[in-house]
């Protein structure tokens, strides 16, 4: 059987018909048509195939345990944003969404509201604290709230020769909703530019760099999970994301303070501190489309 052009193309899509899933058929039928549909647009030469294979190739080898190079990449594609939009069809008074990024962990270290999760991290003091509300603004209590990021160096503690983790934990909220956790100040950081991805983005001219954020993760029984961050008013990168993350909603001011003064849970660091206060509204499971 000789085909080409469109005909190969109905001959690979007419082979997923007998597929017990009609989702999956819905999906490798599309994926079918748009890929090939790529192909000849650019007019794919093989050179150029065999070297996005080995590029992908390299991408997986890349990855780890601790190092996600797929979801890196979709990341500075913007399929993972476009993936968050689609997703998260909440209400406006929810909390925006956005990418989940590559250095989540499971079994981080579980800590009372105000305990201080940078574990000897370098950086200056930060305490992050709100609430946990739903979309009426009434407190969710017995939320799961799970954060990590980065240090003053850029560094996530997956990154590092480490015997413990840093910045990174789960609290649950108390009856108010409220959580409260002392970190470090997060600053803008490169991706990792060490391996395909990092390719990628010098062949395109792009730059590396995310805006210093703190990440989250949210859930409660009868609540959509929330998937998020929360970026440092005035950094440099806001507009120029490498993963396209930023969303206006999700920029919060980080207070500085003088090292004689008291923080709002009433404890002093002894040093110069930053504060910051974001509340964190759910939407429920009811509430959120898809």
């Not at 800590?111 to 992050?128: E, F, K, M, R, W």
């Given at each position: 059987?000789?085909?080409?052009?469109?005909?190969?193309?109905?001959?690979?899509?007419?082979?997923?018909?007998?597929?017990?899933?009609?989702?999956?058929?819905?999906v490798m039928s599309a994926l079918v048509r748009h890929l090939h549909a790529f192909a000849r647009?650019?007019?794919?030469?093989?050179?150029?195939?065999?070297?996005?294979?080995?590029?992908?190739?390299?991408?997986?080898?890349?990855?780890?345990?601790?190092?996600?190079?797929?979801?890196?990449?979709?990341?500075?594609?913007?399929?993972?944003?476009?993936?968050?939009?689609?997703?998260?069809?909440?209400?406006?008074?929810?909390?925006?969404?956005?990418?989940f990024g590559p250095f989540f962990v499971e079994g981080s270290p579980e800590v009372q509201l105000?305990?201080?999760?940078?574990?000897?991290?370098?950086?200056?003091?930060?305490?992050?604290?709100?609430?946990?509300?739903?979309?009426?603004?009434?407190?969710?209590?017995?939320?799961?709230?799970?954060?990590?990021?980065?240090?003053?160096?850029?560094?996530?503690?997956?990154?590092?020769?480490?015997?413990?983790?840093?910045?990174?934990?789960?609290?649950?909220?108390?009856?108010?909703?409220?959580?409260?956790?002392?970190?470090?100040?997060?600053?803008?950081?490169?991706?990792?530019?060490?391996?395909?991805?990092?390719?990628?983005?010098?062949?395109?001219?792009?730059?590396?760099?995310?805006?210093?954020?703190?990440?989250?993760?949210?859930?409660?029984?009868?609540?959509?999970?929330?998937?998020?961050?929360?970026?440092?008013?005035?950094?440099?990168?806001?507009?120029?994301?490498?993963?396209?993350?930023?969303?206006?909603?999700?920029?919060?001011?980080?207070?500085?303070?003088?090292?004689?003064?008291?923080?709002?849970?009433?404890?002093?660091?002894?040093?110069?501190?930053?504060?910051?206060?974001?509340?964190?509204?759910?939407?429920?499971?009811?509430?959120?489309?898809?």
């Amino acid at each position: 059987m000789d085909l080409q052009g469109g005909e190969l193309t109905d001959a690979v899509v007419g082979s997923f018909a007998g597929s017990g899933s009609e989702r999956y058929k819905e999906v490798m039928s599309a994926l079918v048509r748009h890929l090939h549909a790529f192909a000849r647009e650019v007019d794919l030469s093989e050179d150029e195939y065999f070297a996005a294979i080995g590029f992908l190739t390299r991408t997986g080898q890349m990855s780890t345990g601790t190092r996600q190079e797929f979801v890196l990449l979709a990341d500075v594609l913007g399929l993972s944003m476009l993936t968050v939009g689609l997703g998260n069809r909440k209400p406006p008074e929810a909390t925006q969404s956005t990418v989940f990024g590559p250095f989540f962990v499971e079994g981080s270290p579980e800590v009372q509201l105000g305990d201080d999760i940078s574990n000897g991290a370098p950086g200056q003091p930060c305490l992050v604290s709100g609430r946990v509300l739903n979309i009426k603004g009434e407190p969710v209590a017995g939320a799961l709230v799970e954060t990590w990021q980065a240090d003053e160096d850029g560094f996530y503690d997956v990154q590092k020769d480490l015997d413990r983790p840093q910045n990174r934990a789960h609290l649950t909220t108390d009856a108010d909703g409220n959580y409260r956790f002392w970190a470090v100040k997060p600053v803008a950081y490169p991706i990792p530019s060490d391996g395909p991805v990092g390719e990628l983005l010098r062949a395109g001219g792009r730059g590396p760099m995310r805006p210093a954020h703190i990440h989250f993760m949210v859930t409660a029984p009868g609540y959509a999970r929330l998937i998020t961050h929360v970026f440092a008013a005035g950094d440099e990168y806001l507009d120029t994301d490498a993963v396209f993350g930023v969303k206006q909603s999700l920029i919060a001011d980080f207070a500085e303070h003088p090292a004689d003064a008291t923080a709002p849970d009433g404890t002093s660091p002894g040093r110069p501190f930053y504060t910051v206060d974001y509340d964190l509204v759910l939407a429920t499971t009811e509430e959120t489309r898809r």
